[in-house]
Structure formats: structure tokens, C-alpha cells
């Protein structure tokens, strides 16, 4: 499996940004999609994830201003940021699991920069 994201750059805060992340080679094994962000200093944490029947779970930080969606037959995961907030600045990495293999893929982070 192999993660192609996008999407990133410098915004103001209260702008907004869509990522979207495109997975090829095995992506009929995918169960969940997520996106993961580390800020400067911080461990990477868990953002946004929605599985392959559509569930999504959220980061408490995120809620209610960030979505996360998945187009199957594109094999494409999207995070559509709204209301973005300095804190909000972080490497954002695209996150697919193979339950079969207990596998986590990782695509290369996406910087997002929100100025204050």
C-alpha cells in the first residue's frame, strides 16, 4: 500500500484547507483511513479516521470544524479543515490499516501552516 497526500500549506486562521490522500497497490485490504498530525515538539496524535463501512472518529481538538471522508471507488481519504486555528499548525500524515496484516501505512507528512 502506498499514501499520496496533498493539500497542505499557509492559510489565516479561520481559513480553510482540504488534504486528500490517494492509496494504490493493495488498497482492496484497507479497513481504516485516517489522518494523523504532529506539531513541533509534540508526538504525533490521531486527528480524524473513518473505516471502510464509513465510521469516522474524531479528535476532540477537531470536532465540529474538521470532516474526514473517503471515496472507496477512488481509494482517496479527504480531511476537509474549516475554521483553522494557529494551534492547528502540525506535519499532517495520511494513515491506512491492514487489519490481515496488522499493518499500519504511512504516506510522507503535509505541512499545514495556519497564521495567527
Known amino acids: 500500500v502506498q499514501l499520496q497526500a496533498s493539500g497542505g500549506g499557509l492559510v489565516q486562521a479561520g481559513g480553510s484547507l482540504r488534504l486528500s490522500c490517494a492509496a494504490s497497490g493493495t488498497v482492496f485490504t484497507i479497513n481504516t483511513m485516517g489522518w494523523y498530525r504532529q506539531r513541533l515538539g509534540k508526538q504525533r496524535e490521531l486527528v480524524a479516521a473513518?473505516?471502510?463501512?464509513?465510521?469516522?472518529n474524531y479528535a476532540d481538538s477537531v470536532n465540529s470544524r474538521f470532516t474526514i471522508s473517503r471515496d472507496n471507488a477512488k481509494n482517496t481519504v479527504y480531511l476537509q479543515m474549516n475554521s483553522l486555528k494557529p494551534e492547528d499548525t502540525a506535519v499532517y500524515y495520511c494513515n491506512a490499516f491492514v487489519p490481515e496484516r496488522g499493518m499500519n501505512y504511512w504516506g510522507k507528512g503535509t505541512l499545514v501552516t495556519v497564521s495567527s
Open positions: 473513518i473505516t471502510s463501512g464509513g465510521s469516522t
